[in-house]
């Protein structure tokens, strides 16, 4: 009888990291420094009101995946659209949403983005072309790719970001929608953030292909992976990104980053090691390379920074306090926004 030949080691064929890295000006710099600062720490707030029990349902943060979105929004222009799945408050933060209505929809309050009916995951602005905040994990993706087709359709010219995470990206709709974006040849930016775990499991253990940025291979979409934790390698690829999307069609960007906290509120986040966090806080953090930058660079002392900080957080303070003190919806709310008839 013949020996069976032993199984094949699996092997994966890996992307370089992108080493292609913006020369910020002074102002971008100094930009870039305050919004990835107003949204750690308005989401620091927002896991403290969480604990408080001012905050209910799920709630999922994103303090140290700041300099993904921030260096993206630095690229777009007017009109072009943005959409994402539940990890959304950076995201509203960093189109120029008021934190106030941020948080006021997190405490499910009437003055809340979506007066208080959708929560964390729910949010969005037709005025900001932010179209979501969504729950259902990929969904959005479908979403953008339909946005895109609109915009191609009605030759406006506009872009649609769309985001995903690394979990998102295993799911059968996104490759679908894949395929009608560079059939059609749709002008979208395809975003997957991966933050190495999906929920509580480790890339490897739930992906056979770990280069997200290969994902669209056999949709002939190009893909690059992206130093998601440096603002200036996100904002150099998200601007050649945008532009090839205007002109050629789909383009993927997988953002290498990582988030301190877990999954969400709810997650221990057992699954990894402290030493692991700690040494990601200690060599790549986004917002303290901008600072080291700024301070190196004479742009700014310390003492200016610590009044930056001081004004932001009065900023953050104030958004809670509104969330805690506006009312509730009336009853009756149950019933607006159900449907839109034309």
Not at 34 to 50: C, H, N, P
Not at 164 to 182: H, P, R, T
Not at 264 to 277: F, G, H, I, L, T
Request: proline fraction near 3%; charge should be negative.
């Amino acid at each position: 009888m013949a020996a069976r030949a032993a199984p094949r080691k699996k092997t994966t064929k890996k992307s370089k990291v992108s080493g292609k890295i913006a020369n910020f000006s002074e102002s971008e710099e100094m930009k870039a420094y305050y919004d990835m600062l107003l949204i750690r720490r308005f989401e620091e707030k927002a896991g403290q009101l969480y604990g408080m029990g001012q905050i209910g349902g799920f709630c999922h943060l994103y303090i140290g995946q700041e300099a993904v979105v921030t260096g993206i929004n630095m690229a777009l222009t007017e009109g072009d659209q943005s959409i994402t799945a539940y990890r959304d408050h950076a995201h509203m933060l960093a189109v120029g949403l008021d934190p106030k209505g941020i948080m006021a929809e997190l405490t499910g309050r009437e003055g809340g983005l979506s007066k208080g009916k959708g929560g964390s995951m729910h949010m969005f602005s037709r005025e900001k072309h932010f179209y979501g905040g969504h729950g259902i994990v990929g969904a959005q993706v479908s979403i953008g790719t339909g946005l895109a087709f609109s915009n191609k359709f009605n030759g406006n010219g506009n872009v649609c970001i769309t985001y995903m995470g690394d979990g998102a990206s295993n799911q059968g709709q996104v490759y679908e929608s894949f395929n009608m974006a560079k059939l059609w040849d749709l002008p979208i930016v395809y975003i997957i953030e991966n933050n190495q775990y999906a929920m509580g499991t480790a890339i490897a253990r739930a992906s056979s292909q770990t280069d997200f940025s290969q994902r669209g291979v056999s949709f002939n979409i190009p893909g690059q992976k992206i130093d998601g934790m440096d603002v200036r390698a996100v904002y150099a690829a998200a601007e050649e990104a945008v532009k090839y999307a205007r002109e050629n069609g789909p383009i993927i960007l997988e953002m290498m980053t990582y988030r301190y906290r877990g999954h969400s509120m709810s997650d221990p986040a057992k699954y990894r090691s402290k030493d692991e966090v700690q040494r990601m806080r200690a060599e790549h953090d986004p917002i303290d390379q901008v600072k080291m930058r700024i301070l190196e660079g004479g742009l700014a002392t310390e003492d200016d920074l610590k009044d930056m900080d001081k004004k932001i957080r009065a900023i953050v303070t104030e958004s809670a306090d509104y969330a805690v003190n506006c009312p509730e919806p009336d009853a009756s709310e149950l019933w607006t926004d159900v449907l839109i008839e034309s």
